[in-house]
């Protein structure tokens, strides 16, 4: 599995940017994607998950209603699109590879991740 993840930036807050997560090996079509994000000197935290036909998703209570998680399996690529941006949004934020067809929320239910994409909202 290659995860290329790409979409980040700077915005203003309450601004919208959409994340992409790219599996170029096409090896995670029957698996749950997740996003996590780290900020600065904080530890990485789960931010949303899809099932691996996209019939399940999960977030996390701070992003309820401004992300949202969907995936297109003819094109292996899952997608983080986020309206109403804080600063506290900013971190880098990370696609990975579950490891089972079902979303968790846990990382150690990860098995492959992307190599992580800035995210910046200035207030």
């Known amino acids: 599995v290659q995860l290329q993840a790409c979409g980040g930036g700077l915005v203003q807050a309450g601004g919208s940017l959409r994340l992409s997560c790219a599996d170029s090996?096409?090896?995670?079509?029957?698996?749950?994607v997740g996003w996590f994000r780290q900020a600065p000197e904080k530890e990485r935290e789960f931010v949303a998950s899809i099932s691996w036909n996209g019939a399940s998703t999960a977030y996390t209570d701070s992003v309820k209603d401004r992300f949202t998680i969907s995936r297109d399996r003819a094109v292996n690529t899952v997608y983080l699109q986020m309206s109403s941006l804080k600063p506290e949004d900013t971190a880098v934020y990370y696609c990975a590879v579950a490891r089972t067809s079902h979303s968790g929320t846990d990382s150690s239910q990860y098995q492959y991740w992307g190599q992580g994409t800035l995210v910046t909202v200035s207030s």
């Open positions: 090996k096409r090896t995670s079509s029957n698996n749950a």
